[in-house]
């Protein structure tokens, strides 16, 4: 819903929230595609330049968001390397052992955004 619409709820009772500036975060690739049996036959070549997902690689938290339930998701973008070439993924993930904030002062601030969801 549109900020101007007469409907749109006060910012504090949105459930996605802006994350700004954006939180650098570690996310884990493999956590969230772990390898499974491939399919017999898929040739060498396609599998050398498929997904990257061994190593972790650098992202951003840019939103926060609370489901229905009362889960909190983190739209996390990172890059994911395909046919030799990066390109920006965009998910929403829990905050699982999926993603992982890189510093403490990173963590508290992460903290401090969570906690305002359950302000009144």
Request: charged share 25%; no cysteine; hydrophobic share 45%.
């Amino acid at each position: 819903m549109p900020d101007d619409h007469p409907d749109a709820p006060a910012d504090r009772h949105r459930a996605a929230r802006a994350v700004v500036p954006p939180i650098p975060i570690r996310v884990w690739p493999a956590r969230i595609w772990p390898p499974t049996i491939g399919i017999i036959g898929t040739p060498i070549w396609q599998r050398a330049a498929g997904a990257q997902t061994s190593e972790p690689v650098p992202g951003l938290l840019t939103e926060l968001l609370v489901t229905q339930s009362g889960d909190i998701l983190g739209r996390v973008e990172f890059p994911l390397v395909v046919d030799y070439f990066p390109r920006v993924e965009v998910m929403l993930l829990p905050i699982s052992d999926m993603w992982e904030l890189r510093t403490d002062s990173d963590r508290m601030r992460a903290l401090q955004l969570v906690r305002e969801f359950g302000t009144r």
